[in-house]
């Protein structure tokens, strides 16, 4: 799992172009409206990339269960030549966030059922 909290974090992440410009764009986000030298475990904050099932474990530590997340909307990120991501927005509380990137491949079969909801409206 890797945590994202600023822009200046997104440099040399070994994902597909498309998912570091979400990274990229929702990092950029979060440095603008709570500043660039926030504590982001405590304002604003961050985004966990999730490469592999067994990462979801690591979600409790911030208190997150994979299970039972309710998302405020999960997009789609088009990837081409290669397998679609996903990205979460949980609403921790008023000025707090997490955003989830992962593949959908291993993604919550609850998660792609929102995207689908998303992707029809």
């Not at 440099?11 to 990092?27: D, F, I, W």
């Not at 926030?38 to 474990?57: K, N, T, V």
């Not at 997150?64 to 081409?80: A, F, G, H, Q, S």
């Not at 996903?86 to 929102?114: G, H, Q, R, T, V």
Request: net charge negative.
């Amino acid at each position: 799992m890797q945590k994202i909290a600023h822009v200046r974090e997104v440099k040399g992440l070994s994902l597909p172009q498309e998912v570091v410009a979400v990274v990229k764009e929702l990092a950029t986000i979060l440095d603008t409206e709570y500043g660039e030298e926030r504590i982001a475990d405590e304002e604003g904050g961050y985004i966990l990339i999730l490469q592999s099932p067994q990462e979801f474990s690591v979600l409790t530590k911030v208190y997150l269960d994979i299970n039972k997340l309710i998302p405020e909307y999960v997009d789609r990120i088009t990837v081409e030549n290669d397998e679609d991501w996903a990205n979460a927005l949980i609403i921790c509380s008023n000025d707090f966030a997490i955003s989830l990137i992962l593949p959908i491949s291993i993604a919550p079969k609850y998660l792609i059922e929102e995207m689908k909801v998303g992707e029809k409206q």
